[in-house]
């Protein structure tokens, strides 16, 4: 029987270390007996397996559309061939299996962050809390913060961790909240007042007598996509920096065997992307981390893209499990007993298919959560005659543009703040855009999971010429707004793009006389007033240019506009997408 001991803020920042099964990773030693993963002549190495998951985001519930499906493989016609997965009861079901299959041994379950925010209405109508009791109920142990960690701020995601009924809406179910059964980590995630961390920065377990690090991190760029009231008084430093720093403490303490829990990732690009085993053409922050990460650390589970892969990436074993609880990815580790190395690991990503049976205590946690959530849920706000999806069209290259859903948001932004605010234009920031919307009936729980931040609408005042740099920086930050339906303008692939950190006005893109407003050509010198959600408002996603807007008012939350939207106009149509065109 293993000691486990729950995981402590300690005063200053210190570690904490707790004493329970662990896990690590990768290659054989030199003096390792051919093909064994054990030294010649050694005692036997010490067998980890590690279960990995990220991007949870509170998905209680089988996800719908997109979100719910996992690809794998294409038809002769060329379609995604897909299979239904995730859902909690059938991923505690999973973990378990998984588990089983190794006898139970020395399994620990992780995770790379999100676990929480922009979560479907069963679990964000209690601030997740029910997300949080359901991963404990599975198993989890350790998991890094992610950037949605802090979607309701650094106070909130020590109450997620600690416990204690919410501030404002106190215990919302009924029942007490006794805090996450596993440990937060955040190496990178510092007070900026005191300079230490907010959350211990790792961990370190004992394993049959073998020391394991687990170090927590969180995305550096966390400031730049999170509101500005989420990240107050906080700092993030290089994941990559951040990461050797911690290694080379853990082990001046003794411990070989180290896991970095990052929530930074990439994707595949290559032929065969959608196999959830490999690294096809893998690009993003991850690659660049890995090869900065000191020789020392032998995994990295990794998230925030919601991809799927897995791989050698400079000598460590790189992993990731999609999102929503659709794959769990299975580490197998061997560690020398003596020296305290991985002698070999391997990964594979297993899909949480549907014809799993439902794990009982999920199944009640869920139903009881169902029942305090009331009726609302159900509550119909409109009909739409098509799906409404945030499946962008392609403008050029990876540029992206507008979708059919991205575009209702605005136009609903727009009516609800055209009066009283003068509002002539709006824009709506694609990461925003979280769930899809078939055709039909849509519920209250439905709009929801669409916009589950609770952003105010705010509005604004822009002269043509900051116009004009807001539509450039689109272009360097990688994020095309989508606009209402008063707003047209023309991009130019033969454009240049302003570099990151530079003026946006010197884009050459958007065609300057091409952007109109309600018809009528934007004049540099005239004043507009422009709608867009409060995380934009303060430069959320890079749009540092909003921040200049004056005469700010505050409107409606953003979900209550859409449901107005769609209740006002059902059946509702998907507009078109004709307001961002392509030059030629």
Not at 69 to 80: A, H
Not at 83 to 90: K, N, R
Not at 322 to 346: C, K, M, P, Q
């Amino acid at each position: 029987m293993f000691e486990r001991r729950s995981a402590r803020l300690l005063a200053g920042g210190l570690a904490t270390t707790v004493a329970m099964s662990a896990a690590v990773l990768t290659a054989p030693s030199s003096g390792a007996a051919p093909g064994s993963g054990r030294a010649a002549g050694g005692p036997k190495p010490v067998e980890v397996q590690l279960l990995a998951l990220n991007d949870f985001h509170g998905n209680l519930e089988p996800p719908t559309g997109s979100g719910g499906v996992t690809q794998t493989g294409v038809s002769p016609t060329g379609t995604p061939v897909t299979v239904p997965s995730g859902g909690a009861e059938h991923l505690a079901t999973q973990l378990a299996q998984l588990a089983a299959q190794q006898k139970k041994r020395n399994t620990i379950t992780v995770a790379a962050g999100d676990l929480i925010g922009a979560s479907p209405l069963l679990s964000a109508a209690f601030h997740d809390e029910p997300a949080i009791e359901s991963l404990g109920l599975a198993g989890l142990d350790y998991a890094s913060v992610g950037n949605h960690e802090f979607d309701e701020g650094a106070a909130e995601l020590l109450r997620i961790q600690g416990g204690g009924c919410h501030p404002v809406d106190g215990c919302a179910d009924g029942t007490p909240y006794e805090g996450a059964a596993f440990q937060y980590l955040s190496a990178n995630a510092f007070v900026t007042e005191t300079g230490q961390p907010l959350l211990p920065p790792y961990a370190i377990h004992k394993v049959q007598g073998v020391k394991v690090g687990f170090i927590g991190m969180t995305l550096e760029g966390t400031k730049e996509i999170v509101s500005q009231q989420g990240v107050a008084g906080l700092d993030f430093t290089d994941e990559a920096d951040t990461a050797n720093r911690y290694a080379a403490e853990l082990r001046a303490q003794g411990v070989e065997a180290i896991v970095v829990l990052l929530h930074e990732g990439g994707s595949q690009t290559g032929t065969d992307a959608y196999q959830i085993n490999g690294c096809n053409g893998l690009a993003g922050p991850i690659v660049e981390l890995a090869a900065r990460m000191d020789d020392a650390i032998d995994v990295v589970v990794s998230g925030h893209t919601h991809q799927a892969y897995n791989c050698e990436l400079s000598g460590k074993l790189v992993t990731s499990a999609s999102s929503f609880g659709r794959l769990v990815t299975d580490i197998d580790l061997r560690i020398d007993r003596r020296s305290g190395d991985v002698l070999h690991a391997v990964a594979d990503n297993v899909i949480v298919t549907r014809d799993l049976a439902k794990d009982p205590v999920q199944t009640e946690l869920i139903a009881r959560y169902r029942e305090a959530l009331g009726p609302l849920a159900a509550e119909v706000v409109g009909t739409t005659t098509t799906a409404l999806t945030r499946a962008q069209e392609t403008l050029f290259g990876n540029v992206r543009g507008e979708s059919s859903l991205g575009n209702v948001i605005a136009d609903a932004q727009l009516a609800a703040t055209d009066d009283e605010q003068g509002a002539v234009a709006a824009f709506m920031n694609p990461g925003g855009v979280r769930a899809d919307l078939d055709a039909g009936p849509v519920t209250y729980e439905e709009a929801f999971a669409v916009q589950p931040f609770a952003n105010n609408l705010v509005t604004l005042d822009l002269t043509g010429t900051q116009l004009q740099c807001l539509l450039e920086q689109q272009l360097q930050v990688g994020r095309t707004l989508y606009p209402s339906s008063t707003v047209s303008y023309v991009v130019d692939p033969a454009g240049t793009t302003a570099a990151a950190g530079a003026d946006p006005c010197n884009g050459t893109v958007v065609v300057d006389a091409s952007v109109t407003i309600g018809g009528v050509p934007v004049a540099p010198a005239s004043t507009y007033r422009i709608t867009v959600n409060s995380f934009l408002a303060g430069g959320g996603d890079g749009f540092t240019v909003l921040r200049a807007g004056t005469n700010a008012v505050t409107g409606v939350i953003d979900l209550d506009a859409l449901t107005a939207h769609l209740g006002e106009r059902s059946p509702l149509a998907a507009p078109t997408d004709d307001r961002i065109r392509t030059a030629g």
